[in-house]
């Protein structure tokens, strides 16, 4: 069953509409659940919402595996640049933002951790008080943009959101700046992060797929000596899109979650 409702970014002066998934037969149970939190949400269920016009079927993979789970899908902000604001810890470089923009001295990023504030210490809270939930069992996963923000999350706030899937993500926006994250950070054996990319991300560009490849790897290389628990997969031929990424939806989700 899904529950809706709007949430404010008070500090953004924003607002979102927010979809929950609760098992059906939640209210019959007496039982608090994990819960995992969906950017680009609006991908997340229902193929007439996705961006592509595919989703990427949370619905019927928790339907089939009848996983106890709450999830919680965050539409992006797809006004302007916004999503890219929102989604980017950092601020972007001038040369990088032009490739995005095509606008001289126009700079995206940087509202990231407002937005991670946000979610950790406002819609997290709330939703745990809302639901029966297990307070420290909390996922997050995104893809592209949403895995760059999903990944910051869990490696700087690695006791908040104990696990992560990023999907074909454009780490390559701020490799130095996450190496520096991982490197003042200390994870534990509860800690879960699942890393993937395919060949193609940028279509036929092969300097920026040479740059998710590149920037991928160094990530994994930076994590593997601190997280017990880390998975990363690299799809040969693989586009960049959700029809792809539903395909990895029971692969990561067994993951982290395969084990409860």
Known sequence: MFISFSFPIKALERKREITVYLPD????????????????????????????GISWGF???????KMDIILVAIP?????????????PWPINE???????GQKGFIIGGEGQVYIDWLKDELKPYIDRRFRTQKNNTGIVGSSMGGVISAYAAFQYPEV??????????????????????????????????LDLGEFESGDDEVINQWYIESNQMIYEQLLPKVQNLEMHYFAGAHHNESEWRQRVPLFMAFLYGEE
């Not at 609006?42 to 996705?50: E, K, V």
């Not at 040369?95 to 923009?101: G, I, K, N, P, V």
């Not at 200390?186 to 800690?191: I, K, L, M, P, V």
Request: charged share 25%.
């Open 25 to 52: 037969d939640y209210y019959q149970q007496n039982k608090d659940y994990p819960v995992l939190y969906i950017q680009d949400g609006q991908n997340a269920f229902f193929d007439a919402t996705s961006y592509s």
């Open 59 to 65: 619905l019927e993979y928790v339907k089939k595996t």
């Open 76 to 88: 992006c902000n797809e006004e302007g640049f916004k999503r890219m604001d929102e989604y980017g």
């Open 95 to 101: 040369e990088l933002s032009f490739q995005e923009t």
């Open 161 to 194: 959101f104990v696990k992560c899937a990023a999907l074909s993500t454009a780490f390559w926006f701020y490799v130095d700046e996450f190496k520096d994250v991982i490197q003042h950070h200390e994870y534990q054996s509860q800690n879960r992060f699942y």
